[in-house]
């Protein structure tokens, strides 16, 4: 009975154990992820702020784009593998209707039986990627080059930006009938985003808000901030071994 009990109480502490090991992994990453967040968005922050200071020297890399700026502009961010998107309607279909019949009764008098009026039902509106390419975010508009289009969005003629978690963004422009946008990839997302959001803000001289805004986002992130994970062959303060 002894070793029995024994062989039971091994079996439960090496349980413990792994539990433990798993907890304190869980934890780690937890931390580790609040750590990048945390780090992303002290950089952003930095950038708005210097860029509602006009102190944008070294601030965005150099690069040879092989796209012609207009007085004024300079890139903020070139995304490569990128997909140019447009919103189509399928085609149109036509339910519920059907003609009937018509059969004389007596003289010139007929009946028509049967006749139901239809209706047009529109195709649904759906997002197509239409062409690979790469796209240029600037501070006055985000130019997208492709392999069969181009496309450009001057922020000045926008009137609606919409992000996507799944990594794509569509604008809704003045003057045009279709909503169309570009994709770069969950991956990115965040750093596409945020370019597209400082390039907006500084040709619409509203930093200040954009500033504002991540400054709310740094103080909810810092009221989640993790306990930092226990130090491996150490006792932690709340349980003392």
Known sequence: MVMVMGFFSNIK??????????????EQAQHGTWQSQSEQLDVMINAVERCGNNDIEGLFDPCDTGFIL????????????????????????YQGGYGGVSFPLFGKVRLNT?????????????ITSISDGEVLITNKRAMFRGDTNNKEWPYSKLMACEHHPEGYTTFAVSAQVK????????????EVQFRLELGIAISNETTDQLLAQLRVERQQLDAKKPLPPPVAGLPNEENPR
């Open 70 to 93: 207009k007085k004024g502009e300079y890139a903020i961010g070139l995304i490569a593998n990128c997909a140019l998107l447009e919103t189509r309607r399928s085609a149109a279909s």
């Open 114 to 126: 049967g006749r139901s009026k239809g209706k047009l039902i529109p195709g649904e509106e759906s």
């Open 179 to 190: 909503t169309t946008g570009f994709a770069y990839g969950a991956d990115v997302a965040n």
């Open 13 to 26: 502490q090496r349980r413990a154990e792994k539990e433990a090991l798993e907890q304190a992994a869980a």
